[in-house]
């Protein structure tokens, strides 16, 4: 089976501009969530997707969106980019049921850099 | 809101000791959910040990074992006989009820195995 696959792996942005991840879940799984890692702290929640809906959102501004398809892949969309966006971004696919049921497989992050 | 807290921010350990990590957290839930994830260089979020509130009989998975104290919200992760593999940034995290897919994590602890 294949694993939670996440692209680009690192990207330079610049201040206000806009940008898309992109994240493939792992075959079987029809729940992705997203988390910003920034340096030297542990991951935050940003949101969750099952089956191509939100259900879960973290503290995060409306300017964070994103989306997921029939085949479960994600795209997360952060507008008016800003110099605290600068992480690592994380995607974890899994099956419906929470974390203990149904443990998060995570992909290995896109570093977006924010100039 | 719940909190984690991981207050040592790094460790060290020599190969085939046994080195403990320690880790509390603040809820006003009953039932909940805690783990134990692993971050290697390759940046992947890896899940190490699980375990629910609601059981009192303490986690192990191979060398990996918890020692889970629900009166004083304390979660600490033993690692015996230590590897050269087990060098990574460990993160705390905890899931509260309702099957969200969201995991709050703590700040992260780097170990380092001395050969």
């Known amino acids: 089976e294949t694993g939670v696959t996440q692209s680009p792996t690192h990207l330079i942005k610049t201040r206000g501009q806009q940008v898309t991840l992109r994240c493939s879940s792992q075959s079987g799984h029809n729940t992705v969530s997203w988390y910003q890692q920034a340096l030297g702290q542990g991951p935050q929640f940003i949101f969750q997707?099952?089956?191509?809906?939100?259900?879960g959102r973290g503290n995060f501004p409306p300017r964070f969106s994103g989306l997921q398809f029939p085949n479960y892949s994600s795209e997360l969309n952060v507008n008016a980019l800003e110099l605290d966006d600068s992480a690592l971004y994380l995607c974890a696919s899994s099956s419906a049921g929470g974390p203990y049921n149904s443990p998060l497989h995570f992909g290995n992050g896109t570093r977006l850099t924010v100039t | 809101a719940q909190t984690v807290t991981q207050s040592q921010p790094e460790m060290s350990v020599q190969e085939a000791e046994t080195v403990t990590l320690s880790c509390t957290y603040d809820?006003?839930?009953?039932?909940?959910?805690l783990f134990w994830y692993k971050q290697p260089p390759s940046r992947q979020m890896i899940l190490v040990i699980r375990q629910e509130a609601y059981k009192q009989q303490n986690a192990t998975e191979n060398r990996f074992s918890v020692n889970f104290q629900k009166a004083a919200k304390s979660f600490s992760l033993k690692i015996s006989d230590s590897q050269l593999g087990d060098a990574a940034m460990y993160f705390c995290?905890?899931?509260?009820?309702?099957?969200?897919?969201?995991?709050?994590f703590g700040k992260g602890m780097k170990l380092t195995v001395n050969p």
């Open positions: 997707y099952y089956r191509e809906e939100e259900n």
């Open positions: 995290a905890y899931n509260g009820q309702g099957g969200s897919e969201k995991l709050v």
């Open positions: 809820t006003s839930e009953s039932d909940y959910y």
